[in-house]
């Protein structure tokens, strides 16, 4: 997949930033007494991002193949993009200013791992910025009807691609290393 030269991770979060998972693995988080309504909710906001960003990549495929249109897809690409890029703009702002001092705070042993995760916040960044130029740029070509529009939403697809590949890693690799540590030091209840 090309990526629109956005670096995205490939390489697994360390052994020991995933010490504590071994003592709370995902499938007993729900159960254990620590698991409070903050934490159900940041996760449920990681759900809808994953589910938000693969809406966004599909919706480019129908307009691609002809299955949508072009204004109607242009009126999705508006509403649903900017909700995914403003949203994930906020969410990782307050992560990096609020949510990783806290838990950093709570054990700093796992400092390299949130800057590994602030480093993901950056290259993600990078996609919604890419995303954001060439979204509006193809939004304002299929209005006025240019056939170069098509063009534009296939390269808006490979970083609409790219930013759903940075979430599923991203997201996956903040859970495991955050959750453990809430419901470790009891936080965020």
């Known amino acids: ?100 001092p806290e838990l950093s705070a709570a054990d700093a042993r796992f400092d390299a791992g949130f800057l590994i995760l602030e480093k993901d916040h950056i290259a993600l960044n990078q996609a919604l910025d890419r995303f954001v130029a060439i979204g509006n740029r193809a939004i304002n070509l299929i209005q006025v009807g240019d056939k170069l529009a098509r063009e534009k939403v296939a390269r808006l697809h490979v970083v609409a691609e790219t930013i759903e590949t940075l979430l599923q890693r991203h997201l996956g690799d903040e859970e495991d290393l955050a959750v453990p540590i809430i419901l470790h030091y009891r936080l965020r209840g």
């Open 1 to 100: 997949m090309k990526s629109e030269n956005i670096k995205i991770r490939t390489d697994n979060m360390p052994a020991e930033m995933r010490s504590l998972l071994c003592d709370y693995p995902r499938d007993t988080w729900p159960a254990h007494p620590g698991f409070k309504d903050k934490t159900r909710q940041w996760l449920g906001a990681h759900q809808m991002f994953r589910r938000l960003s693969a809406i966004v990549r599909e919706d480019i495929e129908s307009y691609l193949t002809g299955n949508s249109d072009a204004q109607d897809y242009s009126a999705r690409l508006s509403y649903l993009g900017g909700r995914l890029v403003g949203n994930l703009h906020g969410h990782h702002s307050w992560e990096d200013h609020s949510y990783f």
